[in-house]
């Protein structure tokens, strides 16, 4: 049960930014192989000037970065969360993101340390 948060410039025309949440969604489905249905995001736009990330570090292009933060449960080694980055990459450059400008982070945690809801099963 990931829970994924976007952050991209308010500039992004909202159809665009349920496309990214779509994007996103199908990258840990294929990358991850978790349950499409598994959908938990939350969607920021920002002013674009709050958006900031160093053009050309480690030898990129940035222009306009969309964040993706990635919190879930530790279970995927180092070679399947490769695939999900891909995956997402791949997704979201379908959708007029160029790959310089996707920036992913993950963040792992227990299943103990989650509450899905009064009638999640854990």
């Not at 990330?53 to 180092?78: E, F, Q, S």
Request: aromatic share 8%; net charge negative.
């Amino acid at each position: 049960m990931p829970l994924v948060t976007i952050e991209v410039a308010d500039t992004v025309p909202v159809e665009k930014r349920h496309a990214y949440g779509e994007a996103v969604n199908a990258g840990l489905v294929e990358g991850l192989g978790m349950d499409a249905e598994d959908r938990f995001q939350v969607i920021h736009p920002l002013p674009a000037d709050h958006i900031i990330a160093d053009p050309h570090y480690l030898g990129g292009d940035r222009r306009d970065v969309v964040y993706i933060r990635i919190l879930m449960v530790k279970m995927y080694d180092a070679a399947t969360k490769v695939k999900a980055f891909d995956a997402i990459a791949r997704n979201l450059e379908a959708e007029g993101v160029r790959p310089d400008d996707v920036f992913i982070a993950i963040t792992e945690n227990t299943l103990d340390d989650w509450y899905p809801g009064a009638r999640g099963v854990r």
